[in-house]
């Protein structure tokens, strides 16, 4: 079994930066694709931003590209999204989430087998 705490969120303004952290305990991610996620009121869930463990190759939703980062440290487990140049839009709980099996074309997560229980991001105008 897997656990995911997801940390980082919080309150900010327009144009400003958070980072999140995704720690991960229980066994070794090296084969899984990470992801992070965020559903806003109203909106679907959508995928953000994944990052494969192994090589580190990512994919970012056309909203948050440019702005968003994915990376993992290894040594510590954990899977990370700096976001800088936050908009009022970005309002969202953010999740984060692991999935073992790899799909062709870019990185993404379509059927996550393990959540984390998520973060509120608010951006203020």
């Known amino acids: 079994q897997v656990q995911l705490v997801e940390s980082g969120g919080g309150l900010v303004q327009a144009g400003g930066s958070l980072r999140l952290s995704c720690a991960a305990s229980?066994?070794?991610?090296?084969?899984?694709?990470m992801g992070w996620f965020r559903q806003a009121p109203g909106k679907e869930r959508e995928c953000v931003a994944a990052?494969?463990?192994?090589?580190?190759?990512?994919d970012y939703a056309d909203s948050v590209k440019g702005r968003f980062t994915i990376s993992r440290d290894n040594a510590k487990n954990t899977v990370y999204l700096q976001m800088n140049s936050l908009k009022p839009e970005d309002t969202a709980f953010y999740y984060c989430a692991a999935e073992s099996r790899y799909y062709s074309g870019p990185v993404r997560i379509v059927d996550p087998d393990y959540w984390g229980q998520g973060t509120q991001v608010t951006v203020s105008s």
């Open positions: 229980g066994r070794t991610l090296s084969s899984y694709i």
């Open positions: 990052i494969r463990w192994s090589g580190g190759y990512t």
